[in-house]
């Protein structure tokens, strides 16, 4: 967000400025508060002119700005009203030198997840994907993988949806007690690097918020249907920022992660490309693999798509 805007909306915060006050604070004409303040309108934020001045009177609109305004973490935002794919776009981010951007759509049109399979992300979601360029070794980027869980688990629980984790990524509520559960939020990462160091990682995060079931699979719900619309600027804020304390504290991942975990104790079927793994998942490592109970003896799984057995 451009300096200046920024410190008229911090100067609005505290209540009415003039415009003459404001130009004299900023050094700059009335003229350019003028168009600054127009400038800022038209971004979403609802400034009134009274006879005391320019007041900041409410945020609601879901822009780049208004999520940048009031972030406390080092993230700029790219916000489309609508995109193909948050991923491919952060990707050609990522490939131009970028870092620590998250590019943020209302709708996608071309989202898809894990091996190309389609995901729906119709207006009202919340469809982010972060650019990262972390000092790890390749081994420890599902970490970030976890960490979007993480993050993403406890905002939907601040929002008052009972959010638990699957093994490994995707964010759901349970249904009964057999371990069924509908789908809130997927996330895809995807990353570039050598044999020793990571050059980009890429968690994209989707998260079915303001959207009504029908216009979901029926294997889906939403932060609509658990708990009621949520205010979409301010969960991306507490996404980012929630986020943003994980990947700098590694070693605090994989045990927030395991407090909020669906899977451990079920009964699974973990399919990966070497066959299939039958048994009860007990574990989950530091780097974030499953360790899986079968008859003949423990496994771990670094990756597969996991589903919830009924226990037998």
């Known amino acids: 967000m451009n300096e200046t805007r920024r410190a008229i909306l911090e100067a609005l915060a505290d209540g009415p400025v003039s415009g003459p006050d404001l130009a004299a604070e900023l050094d700059v004409s009335r003229a350019a508060i003028w168009k600054h ?54 990707r050609e981010l990522a490939t131009d030198g970028a870092t620590d951007v998250a590019v943020l759509a209302d709708e996608q049109t071309g989202g898809h997840g894990r091996l190309e399979r389609p995901w729906s992300a119709p207006s009202g979601g919340i469809w982010v994907s972060i650019v990262c360029r972390p000092s790890i070794a390749p081994a420890r980027a599902p970490l970030y993988t976890l ?28 249904v009964g007690e057999a371990g069924d559960y509908r789908k809130l939020t997927g996330i895809l990462t995807e990353m570039e690097g050598e044999t020793d160091r990571v050059d980009w ?25 658990e708990a009621g619309d949520v205010d979409r600027r301010r969960f991306v804020q507490r996404l980012l920022e929630a986020f943003d ?23 699974v079927r973990v399919e990966r490309p070497a066959g299939e793994i039958v048994g009860d998942a007990v574990e989950v490592t530091p780097t974030g693999a499953l360790v899986v109970e079968t008859e003949d003896g423990r496994e771990t799984v670094s990756a597969g798509d996991c589903e919830h057995l009924r226990p037998v």
């Open 201 to 225: 990682i890429i968690p994209g995060i989707g998260v079915n918020a303001n959207i009504d079931a029908d216009a979901l699979p029926p294997e889906a719900t939403s932060i609509r249907e």
């Open 245 to 267: 304390a994980l990947r700098t504290d590694l070693e605090a991942i994989v045990p927030a992660w395991r407090e909020h975990a669906l899977t451990l104790g079920q009964r």
């Open 147 to 174: 960490a979007g869980a993480v993050a993403t688990t406890r905002v939907a629980r601040e929002a008052g949806v009972d959010a638990h984790i699957k093994w490994p990524n995707d964010v759901v509520v349970p």
């Open 37 to 90: 303040v127009d400038e800022l309108r038209d971004s979403g934020f609802e400034i009134e002119s009274g006879p005391t001045g320019y007041e900041l009177t409410e945020i609601t609109a879901y822009t780049g700005s208004t999520v940048e305004y009031g972030l406390e973490v080092p993230f700029s935002i790219e916000y489309h009203d609508s995109i193909g794919s948050t991923n491919e776009r952060a």
